[in-house]
């Protein structure tokens, strides 16, 4: 696979971009989204994780079972956007 083809679509991170996280030290795809910001697009990495971890197999050489998926943190409860910017409205 080419270095310049895009493994995170919604950031533009290419898989050249990861490889050289991984050998900056990432060895996880936290570390790797750290580095690049993969994974923290509207998909949330439900796109890249995977090839993100594909990809951090084959450079370190460990079994992909091994690499640990992203830690994701959901709302602790949903809010409704008036809550945290006001009415929306022109507030004197």
Do not use: F, W, Y
Not at 30 to 39: E, L, N, P, Q, S
Not at 86 to 92: A, H, L, N, R, T
């Amino acid at each position: 696979m080419n270095d310049d083809v895009l493994i995170c679509r919604c950031q533009e991170i290419t898989r050249g971009e990861i490889i050289q996280a991984i050998h900056d030290g990432a060895t996880t795809v936290d570390g790797v989204k750290r580095r690049t910001r993969a994974c923290m697009g509207l998909c949330q990495g439900k796109t890249c994780e995977r090839l993100i971890q594909g990809i951090i197999a084959e450079e370190t050489g460990k079994n992909r079972a091994e690499i640990q998926p992203q830690k994701t943190r959901m709302p602790v409860r949903p809010l409704k956007l008036s809550v945290l910017g006001g009415s929306g409205k022109d507030e004197v």
